[in-house]
C-alpha cells in the first residue's frame, strides 16, 4: 500500500525554483503534522520544513526566507516551494508525517546546479 509519493524533482541552476509535492494517505497526513525532508548520500536525512495541522510552520535555519512549505487538506497533498536555490540543497527529498509515520516514499532528487 503506497503511502507517500513525492514529486516535482529535478535539475536546476543556482537562484532557480522548484515546487516539490507529495500525495500522502489519510492516516499520515492527518497526523501531527506533515514535514519534508532531505538526505545527502552517506549523511543523516535532515528535517527541511515543518507544517502543523493547525498551519504553523517551522524550517531549518539554511532554508528560512527561501523554501515554503504549505498543505491542500482536501487533496491530502503537502507542498515545498524552493526559491533561491543553492548547490547544497541538492538531496533527495521526501515527505513524511511528524513525527514520521511508517515507512518512507521513494523520495524526488533535486540537484542545483552552480
Known amino acids: 500500500q503506497v503511502q507517500l509519493v513525492e514529486s516535482g524533482g529535478g535539475l536546476v541552476q543556482a537562484g532557480g525554483s522548484l515546487r516539490l509535492s507529495c500525495a500522502a494517505s489519510?492516516?499520515?497526513?492527518?497526523?501531527?503534522?506533515m514535514a519534508w525532508y532531505r538526505q545527502v548520500s552517506g549523511k543523516q536525512r535532515e528535517l527541511v520544513a515543518l507544517?502543523?495541522?493547525?498551519?504553523?510552520?517551522n524550517y531549518a535555519d539554511s532554508v528560512k526566507g527561501r523554501f515554503t512549505i504549505s498543505r491542500d487538506n482536501a487533496k491530502n497533498t503537502v507542498y515545498l516551494q524552493m526559491n533561491s536555490l543553492k548547490p547544497e540543497d541538492t538531496a533527495v527529498y521526501y515527505c513524511?508525517?511528524?513525527?514520521?509515520?511508517?515507512?518512507w516514499g521513494q523520495g524526488t532528487q533535486v540537484t542545483v546546479s552552480s
Open positions: 489519510e492516516s499520515i497526513f492527518n497526523s501531527y503534522g
Open positions: 513524511n508525517g511528524f513525527p514520521v509515520q511508517g515507512s
Open positions: 507544517i502543523r495541522s493547525g498551519g504553523s510552520t
